[in-house]
C-alpha cells in the first residue's frame, strides 16, 4: 500500500511519510471532535412561571383546598350575581318599564371646532389680501396712455396719403340693389330713351 501512496511533496521513504500523515490526520480529527464553540448558541432559561402551569394544575390546587374557602368562594360569586341582579331590578322601577325608542340625536363632528378655526383663519388671510390689494395703488398711469394714444392718431394722420375715415363714409353711402330692382331700373331706362326717339321723330 505504502508503494501505491502518493505524497505531496517528494520523500525518500513513502511508508514512513504515510504513517506520519495518517497520524497527523487522526489527530487532527480528534482534535475538531474536541472543539468547543467560542460562542454561546444555548436558549435563554425559561422561566419558572412558564415551567410551572397553574391553570393545568388548578384542579389539583382546588383538591387541596379546604371546603371551607370553597364554598366562601362560590357564595362570593353569588352575592356578586344577586347585586347585578337588584341594580337592574332598581333601574326598571325607576324607568317604569319604558323603553327608550327615541332616536332623535342631534350630529354633532368631532372635528367641527376644528374645522371652524380653519376657516375663520383663511378668511382672515383673505380679507388681509384684499387690503393688500386694495391699497395698492396703480403703477401705471391711464392718463400717460391716452396721450400718447393720442400722439399716435396724430402721426398716422400725418404720414397717411389720403385722410382716414373717407373710406367708412363711402362703404356706408353705398347702395345694395337687388336682382328685381336692376330689372326695373333697365324697363324705365328703355321706356325713357323710347320717349325721348319719338319726340325726336316728330
Known sequence: MH???????????????????QSNYESHRRKVKSALPLVDTKGIKTPDHIQLKLKKQQPLL???LSVTQLE???FSIIDRDNHL??????????SKGLVDHRNQYHLRSLNAEKRREELLLIS??????????????SEYS????????????QRRNNITRFPRGLTGKHRSGRKVKFAAEESSDQSETCSSIDTEKTDRGT
Open 124 to 137: 382672515h388671510q383673505n380679507q388681509a389680501i384684499y387690503q393688500r390689494i386694495t391699497s395698492r395703488q
Open 142 to 153: 391711464p392718463q400717460i396712455w391716452l396721450d400718447d394714444w393720442e400722439r399716435a392718431e
Open 85 to 94: 341582579l337588584a341594580s337592574k331590578l332598581a333601574k326598571i322601577v325607576c
Open 62 to 64: 382546588k383538591s387541596l
Open 3 to 21: 508503494r501505491s501512496y502518493q505524497p505531496l511533496k517528494p520523500v525518500t521513504n513513502r511508508y514512513l511519510q504515510q504513517k506520519w500523515d
Open 72 to 74: 366562601d368562594e362560590r
